[in-house]
């Protein structure tokens, strides 16, 4: 048997229209304790181009799958990052306790202080792999 924290996945998704129709379906036609929606998306794809998603999934803490997941954006993207979009889900049966969010502000710094949009959302999800998901949506 695998130890909780040894295990994480990660997916990229780099196709427009890929991206779109992931933030439909996994983000905006689900309700979240703190919401993003539709026009979330919408607002920032009029201002810049989708670039990539980036979805980590594992058994740490939310701030450890937002941190593997802004790696990725490190890897992928050789552009300015003018906008990220966090959806971050947990499953109900694992309850999110405020301390996993604490090292959220040394992740987001980077990007803050390049002038980076950030939006964020949370919701709790039984449909989730692992414990806990964090995807990036991000812009360029």
Do not use: C
């Not at 670039?51 to 050789?78: E, P, R």
């Not at 803050?112 to 360029?140: C, H, K, M």
Request: hydrophobic residues 45%.
């Amino acid at each position: 048997m695998k130890e909780k924290n040894e295990e994480n996945q990660v997916a990229i998704i780099t196709k427009e229209w890929e991206i779109t129709k992931d933030y439909i379906f996994e983000v905006a036609m689900k309700h979240g304790l703190i919401n993003l929606d539709w026009h979330d998306f919408e607002n920032f794809a009029y201002k810049y181009k989708p670039l990539l998603a980036i979805k980590a999934d594992g058994y740490g803490t939310m701030s450890d799958q937002v941190s593997i997941a802004l790696k990725g954006i490190n890897l992928q993207a050789d552009v300015k990052v003018s906008a990220v979009i966090i959806s971050m889900a947990f499953k109900p049966s694992s309850p999110m306790a405020i301390d996993e969010m604490k090292g959220m502000n040394a992740n987001l710094d980077e990007l803050t202080n390049q002038g980076t949009d950030i939006l964020w959302g949370l919701r709790e999800a039984d449909g989730i792999p692992y414990e806990r998901s964090a995807t990036l949506y991000v812009f360029a």
